[in-house]
């Protein structure tokens, strides 16, 4: 039984006063969460179409999922990696079997996966390519999203994530992002990886060039540089594939993956490759106190069961096809231009529109969360369980705010 009501205001406040203030959410306080419904501490409910950016892709709170972190739990929850623990080795098979690679390295956080990837990138270079001592250069894009770490925001070009955080780390240079002539001309010797999100998430789903994936990898193997696809948000059936690189069948030389790697259970994220770059990690080069632990490992598995079982992104194609049908049906003065892929959508608004945030605002008002990204772009990136009707209603209720 319940309680008194909670005061919305007080918790609100408690954050206010006692949290940093690194995120600007909406005042929407949950408490509960089912597939692709949350529910707010006042009981009200809504449908999420944000999923955590995609880590929730298997939707809330999935009882498989939800089955394996519990169980776990009550067995044998951190060993560390100074001890081997029985769930360690299985997982491992799976993804790598999964995805296609030799070899997996686990971590927590995202941005954690991707700096293992560009010390594997660093080490390659030069152990393998000769490059010297410190010279090591890694290619990135400009607009992405890699994660927070000093390293990564250093070459962020978003001047709110950077301000201010600086001297940062070297070695890494910028070029536009679809524009592979560029890449070709930025290749030097010492160049030993190039570092992309096929999709652009946090950018506001931007789509590169039809083709433009395939020259990276042809340009990376001209000048022998790996291909290091940073599929954290992309990845795991929000494209409608497993991997979105498949979309233009490319194979990277490392994957990062990351937030749906548990279904939003626990943070497990993972760096993939074969062994030619992942045999530069000896004992001592890198680690995590709680990289690849039972727990984690025991979530991943289900998590991954159920993608692969589920047919997700299967269900991502098929009913991304009709999210892009409803989305280019809009009509509204305020939408500049919407770009659909699988079940994600970035739809860029008119500046003349006043910013996306009073939108996303008044959807959550209709019993609809998602989020704006920079000033003018609302997301759309649901769990891959949501139903066509549930798209039907989520799109019925976009159009009216945005009539
Ligand atoms: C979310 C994200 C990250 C960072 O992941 P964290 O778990 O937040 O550290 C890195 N790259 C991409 C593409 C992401 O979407």
Known sequence: MRTAPPDVRALLDLEAAFSAHNYHPLDVVLEKGEGVWVWDVEGRRYMDLLSAYGAVNQGHNHPRIVEALISQARRLALTSRAFRNDRFGPFCRKVTGLLGYGKVLMMNSGAEAVETAIKAARRWGYRKKGVPGDRAEILVFENNFHGRTTTIVGFSTDPGTRADFGPFAPGFRTLPFGDADAVARAMTPNVVGVLVEPIQGEAGVIVPPRGFLRRLREICDEHRALLLMDEI???????????????????????????????????????????????????????????????????????????????????????????????????????????????????????????????????????????????????????????????????????????
Not at 287 to 302: D, F, H, I, K, R
Request: hydrophobic content about 45%; some cysteine; proline content about 5%.
């Open 233 to 403: 948000q992309s990845g795991l059936g929000r494209t409608g594939k497993l991997l979105a690189q498949e979309r233009e069948q490319v194979r990277a030389d490392g994957v990062i993956i990351g937030k749906a790697l548990s279904g939003g259970l626990y943070p497990v994220s993972a760096f993939l490759a074969d062994d030619e770059v992942m045999d530069v990690f000896g004992p001592g080069s890198h680690g995590s106190t709680y990289g690849g632990n039972p727990l984690a490992c025991a979530v991943a598995e289900a998590a991954l069961d159920v993608l692969v079982e589920e047919r997700l992104p299967e269900r991502a194609q098929e009913l991304g096809e009709h999210l892009q049908a409803r989305l280019s049906a809009l009509r509204s003065p305020r939408v500049r231009e919407t770009r659909v892929v699988g079940l994600w959508a970035g739809i860029e608004l008119d500046p003349a529109a006043g910013g996306a945030r009073r939108y996303t605002e008044a959807l959550r008002g209709k019993g609809f969360l998602c989020k704006e990204t920079h000033t003018h772009t609302i997301r759309l990136a649901p769990p891959l369980v949501i139903s066509r009707a549930e798209i039907d209603a989520a799109l019925d209720a976009l159009a009216a705010v945005l009539a």
